[in-house]
């Protein structure tokens, strides 16, 4: 190439000028390229916090749990009856939350290194439990022997597409903590734990509901077809009216909603001394009993269930409930119990020589 000749020429000059910007350009561009994806790229390539446990993971037959919340206790599966709260009495665990635990810590997978300052644990509530804010979670098999163990502590919202968090977590005998990704946030209450499913019996199905409150006199509440939208009352006092439809509807689906936040064995109070008695009719055959007694502030209940005879769907269920709450007593929701313990005044217009005495 005559170099002379071209860069005598001064619009072939200026092309060779602007060919070689372009390219310098080019060469800028893609170091910028290089330098942005070395930042945005990991800096610790993740790994499994517990290497190895998800083939373990059916190893697994006691989790013990330590919190300043709860103190320790564990979750033990016993053969033939399942995961149980032996402090609980044996009370049945929830497999769903056994479950969650079990595949949540084998599935752990660490984001970054944090701090290895034991100072510092506090500020992401690694502190070792009991005294410390940290939850401490070990799972053993059958001969007692550790296949995990770690200090679990606050969490995080890492904006992760599948909801899973970022969890503060240690090995308890390591210094180093990390943020792990994880997709459960470990329970430090034992009542947490609990099997909740005693009863499920849906609104649509309730036919009559027999009520003996703590005082007043007793009444039913009863709908005469599955379509009917509120459930009539009776006996209605002579010279008073029904009051709220929507009061009824709450008493008569009370059992719909049941639910609790702790349990005691039932032989711990006197259901039948001067508690109420709530009992549910459905229309395909179900009974269920719930008698309810206050203890100071606290409200309990006691669940039984049988079935209209020659409903073998129904007898089946109700052996199911029996099977799960016999024995037991279940500490209810002030709203829960209240529903449950409802008076007939209750649901009825105010008296006319009340309204007469208020004004109203």
């Not at 402090?87 to 970054?112: C, H, Q, W």
């Not at 709220?244 to 259901?271: N, T």
């Not at 309810?292 to 409903?311: E, L, M, N, T, Y």
Request: proline share 6%.
């Amino acid at each position: 190439m005559d170099l002379k000749a071209l860069f005598s020429d001064p619009r072939r000059r200026n092309l060779a000028v602007l060919a070689g910007l372009a390219l310098v350009g080019v060469l800028w561009a893609a170091i910028a390229l290089n330098h942005r994806a070395a930042e945005v790229a990991p800096k610790y390539p993740p790994h499994e916090f517990f290497p190895g446990l998800a083939a373990k993971v059916d190893d697994v037959t006691r989790i013990h749990v330590v919190s300043a919340k709860s103190g320790a206790f564990d979750v033990v599966f016993v053969p033939m009856k399942g995961w149980v709260l032996p402090g609980r009495g044996n009370y049945p665990a929830s497999f769903e939350d056994v479950r969650k635990t079990l595949v949540g810590m084998a599935a752990l997978e660490t984001i970054e290194p944090k701090t290895a300052r034991r100072d510092w644990f506090h500020f992401v509530g690694l502190d070792t439990p009991p005294k410390g804010d940290g939850v401490q979670i070990t799972l053993s098999d059958d001969h007692g022997r550790v296949l995990a163990s770690m200090i679990a502590g606050k969490t995080e919202d890492i904006g992760d597409s599948s909801g899973a968090l970022g969890l503060f977590v240690r090995k308890p005998e390591a210094q180093q903590s990390w943020l792990v990704l994880s997709p459960f946030e470990p329970h430090a209450n034992e009542a947490d734990w609990m099997d909740k499913t005693v009863v499920s019996v849906d609104r649509t199905r309730i036919q009559d509901v027999d009520v003996r409150p703590r005082s007043g006199p007793a009444y039913t509440l009863h709908r005469e077809k599955q379509s009917d939208a509120d459930f009539t009352l009776s006996p209605i006092p002579k010279g008073r009216e029904t009051g709220d439809p929507g009061q009824r509807d709450a008493v008569a689906a009370a059992l719909a909603g049941f639910s609790f936040g702790d349990i005691r064995r039932a032989s711990d109070f006197d259901f039948d001394g001067q508690g109420s008695r709530v009992v549910t009719h459905t229309f395909d055959g179900l009974i269920v009993s719930v008698d309810v007694v206050h203890q100071g502030s606290d409200i309990w209940a006691r669940v039984f269930a049988d079935a209209v005879p020659g409903k073998p769907d129904a007898a089946k269920e109700a052996n199911e409930i029996n099977a799960h709450a016999a024995g037991w007593a279940y500490q209810l929701a002030t709203y829960q119990g209240t529903l449950f313990s409802t008076p007939l005044e209750g649901l009825l217009k105010p008296h006319e020589a009340a309204k007469a005495k208020t004004g109203k």
